[in-house]
């Protein structure tokens, strides 16, 4: 029974790790709350559905069809993440600023937080459908009654959120200013965490079997199935013993979208810079 | 501003696409190996393989439930539907030893594969 809610747990807390940090990072948007749960309970419908179609998408493309739903999930997940990012940068200043004028709420954001309540969906999706193959495997065929079965997929899934929610509360101690610094890096960090698990697909389906050495091993002190791997893996992508092509991935994906936000934040102070100077120069 | 917006926006799809690409799905399985799961258990449990070769793994499950593949030594991660069937590419592997185990019964099913 223990065993039973031990594995739904170790399921959800990547996506409950997930959600607690885009929540912390949306602190004070307008309807912030309603898109987020909208993800949630869109991405719990949608891995319902998944686990029902598993064998199907199994069979597809000569049997690399999860492969092909995986890097697709990863992949729009990668980009909405990219695009917040890019958009943060853009306006944090902004965000900031309306934050503390008006308390909390924020009118900014409508279209990063779509973005968001997607990766959020897609982020349960995933790791959803998994765990209601796990239930519905042991409802079929267990020693274990009803009940137990539950009660204990339960615990499990209210012990993830509570990890979920652990990382929110941390982060809510934060200050306003320094608050988006911080879930920016930490989403960037994500980003790269994504990147990582494209390569692992793609070398898994063969569609990239170069690089698919391993680049270190620290499996010998971090045990890859522990606890501490696995809240650091939700955290920061973190991987004991990645290929190296999960480390191109990572690296590429970051550097890329933090030159992208850069040259944006760049690009919008000096045109701000040359409006005010012009402004300033007109006669009146 | 629209100009670089719309730059910004190329670079962060050629990401995506690359991210894609099948680079060298020519690259064909050197060896290709079977195994089924039956009773929560992998059987063959013991896979020796040539090391430094690609090598294809189809598995069977027998079983009524699902499992999950899963192997962090080898970076592996797949569901196994119930009654289904799934393909999983390993290796190149250097010679030694590398568990995996059906993550959904992680008591029973339980294997090694050995790279010589």
Redesign the interface.
């Known amino acids: 029974m223990f065993g039973a809610g031990i594995i739904v747990f170790r399921e959800t807390l990547e996506a409950a790790l997930f959600v607690g940090i885009i929540a912390a990072s949306t602190r004070g948007l307008v309807n912030r709350t309603h898109s987020l749960s909208m993800g949630v309970a869109l991405g719990a419908l949608g891995s319902l559905l998944m686990a029902s179609m598993m064998g199907h998408i199994s069979d597809w493309a000569n049997g690399i069809g999860q492969e092909i739903v995986d890097a697709a999930i990863l992949t729009i997940a990668l980009v909405m993440l990219a695009w917040h990012c890019i958009w943060v940068s853009n306006n944090s200043q902004r965000m900031v600023q309306e934050a503390k004028q008006i308390g909390s709420a924020t009118s900014q954001g409508h279209q990063t937080l779509w973005a968001l309540a997607i990766v959020v969906a897609l982020s349960v999706l995933r790791e959803g459908a998994e765990t209601v193959l796990f239930v519905s495997g042991l409802m079929a065929g267990s020693t274990m009654s009803t009940g137990e079965l539950i009660s204990s997929a339960f615990a499990g899934v209210a012990l993830g959120i509570c990890a979920g929610w652990l990382v929110y509360a941390g982060l809510g101690f934060i200050k306003t200013r320094r608050l988006f610094q911080i879930t920016n890096i930490l989403i960037l960090l994500l980003a790269g965490s994504l990147a990582s698990q494209i390569a692992k697909t793609a070398n898994q389906a063969d569609w990239i079997s170069v690089f698919g050495e391993q680049a270190w091993d620290v499996s010998h002190l971090i045990p890859s199935d522990s606890i501490t791997a696995l809240v650091m893996h939700g955290i920061f992508g973190f991987d004991a013993s990645p290929t190296q092509l999960q480390v191109i991935f990572y690296l590429t994906a970051i550097t890329m979208i933090w030159t992208a936000a850069r040259q944006m934040k760049f690009h919008n102070s000096h045109h701000q810079g040359f409006n005010n100077t012009h402004k300033f120069s007109v006669p009146n | 501003?629209r100009h670089?917006?719309t730059k910004?926006w190329a670079?962060?799809?050629v990401?995506?696409v690359t991210?894609?690409?099948?680079?060298?799905?020519a690259?064909a399985?050197d060896l290709e190996l079977s195994m089924v799961i039956k009773n929560h258990m992998f059987d063959p449990s013991e896979l020796k393989v040539p090391a430094n070769q690609?090598i294809?793994l189809?598995i069977q499950n027998l079983?009524?439930?699902?499992?999950?593949f899963e192997s962090?030594?080898m970076?592996?991660?797949?569901?196994?539907?119930?009654?289904?069937?799934?393909?999983?590419?390993l290796?190149?592997l250097?010679p030694g030893s590398y568990e995996f185990i059906g993550?959904?019964n992680?008591?029973t099913a339980k294997g090694l594969v050995i790279a010589e």
């Open positions: 501003m670089t917006s910004l670079i962060a799809l990401l995506s991210n894609f690409l099948p680079v060298s799905s690259f399985a690609r294809k189809n079983d009524k439930t699902a499992e999950e962090h030594s970076k592996k991660e797949k569901v196994i539907p119930a009654g289904g069937k799934a393909v999983i590419f290796g190149p250097k993550e959904f992680p008591k």
